[in-house]
């Protein structure tokens, strides 16, 4: 999976030397106000005549953050300030504070809950990032950004209320959140929470979809985007039908969807990030439209079940690892106009944590094509097809078009518009499938 590192800590330098005698806090036991200080608990550094929390003794037993010390107001918890710290399991943090760093409580495993007080504006990336016992977040009306992987991996998070004044969430805030089944986005008018997915506003780019969505996901034809996470860890949904109207599907959106079987991309579709359907281990099979132009890194790694991938002319570029750990795919066509192939992207799968070359495996390559210099590279076995997939492509299309419209007219006629809809998607899947089934047999099995 594309690897979430907690950025690292900052190292802060002691200036302990000083000729002239000290104040002293006797209540809080603390050293100058010039210096970086400590209580025992927390370590503070003085900034602009106000206190930041650096960090936290690991195993202390905390129950509050300090509004004051040494006379100073603590405004700001730094960056990775309570990184890995477990004695505690809720926390209230001050009104004093307005800022709390990137990382700043990453990996409490042991906080439940958290509130954040409305001198906070922002979350900053990564803050709560795997407090995997975290299951309530009080937001306050004031917080306007949601960043980066702010809640990412808080796998006992199940509900989340936005506030009003939310405007901005963040890549990734939400992924990998395996409970988390609902957002109340009824006073907050930038998102709309709806049959189980968080949409903006126009409902043209989805953040986040509930764990408990299950069986065939079809897409809104006024979605555009489909944001970096959104359905990751959605471990029920088996059949996802993604519309023409999506041109981007986004990092991780489909990770580890462990129950997904069928995908039916649409034309129209132009960018697959890293990750994209990465872990989706009961995934059998996946046709590539041809408005494709790259196939990101690890966007079907560990996809163990996959046993045909069609990637048609147009396609660009195949990112590292991008179908890395397909056990099940034995043979790939790989054609002309694809001028990269990133490293380990066929043919390998991981044992005990080392790469291993799939004896079984082989390509068909173009004469000369970066394809071929890969299978040398890697000793995989491969033949030569110098026969372009552009046509072939193109009847798939044609055909696939036709028969849709077809169907569609008819149920229309039938059942009407509105109960025709899944009907009409159903049945063009099921047709495709088979074209897609006959298309692929000619497509690699001359080859072998």
Known sequence: ???????????????????????????????????????????????????????????????????????????????????????????????????????????????????????????????????????????????????????????????????????????????????????????????????GILYNKARSEIYRGSVELEGDLYIDGSVAIIKSGAFSACQKIENLFIPSSVSNIGADAFASCKSLKKVDLEQGLSIMEAGAFMYCSSLESISIPTTVTEIDEEAFAYCTSLEKAVIPEGVGSIGANAFLGCESLKRINIPESVKQVGENAFGYTVENNSLKLMEDFSMSVYSGSSAMKYAKENKIDYTVSDRSLKQTAFIIIAVGALVTIAVFAVILMSRGKKGASHSAKKAKKAQEEKTAEENYKGIVGDDK
């Open 1 to 195: 999976m594309k690897i979430k590192k907690f950025l690292a800590l900052t190292a802060v330098s002691l200036l302990t030397f000083s000729f002239m005698t000290a104040f002293q806090s006797s209540a809080d036991n603390l050293q100058s106000a010039e210096d970086e200080l400590s209580d025992g608990t927390f370590t503070y550094e003085l900034v602009n005549n106000s206190y930041t929390i650096v960090s936290c003794e690991p195993n202390s037993i905390i129950k509050s953050i300090p509004s004051i010390r040494n006379g100073y107001a603590v405004t700001a918890i730094g960056d990775g300030a309570f990184t890995g710290c477990s004695g505690f399991s809720e926390i209230e943090i001050p009104d004093t504070v307005r800022t709390i760093g990137m990382n700043a409580f990453a990996g409490c495993t042991s906080l439940k809950k958290v509130v954040i007080p409305k001198t906070v504006t922002e979350i900053s990336s990564c803050a709560f990032m795997r407090c995997t016992s975290l299951t309530d977040v009080e937001l306050p009306d004031t917080l306007t950004a949601i960043g980066n992987y702010a809640f990412a991996q808080c796998t006992s998070l199940e509900s989340i209320k936005l506030p009003e004044s939310l405007v901005s969430i963040n890549e990734e805030a939400f992924t990998d959140c395996y409970s988390l089944r609902e957002f109340d986005a009824s006073e907050c008018p930038s998102f709309v929470f709806d049959d």
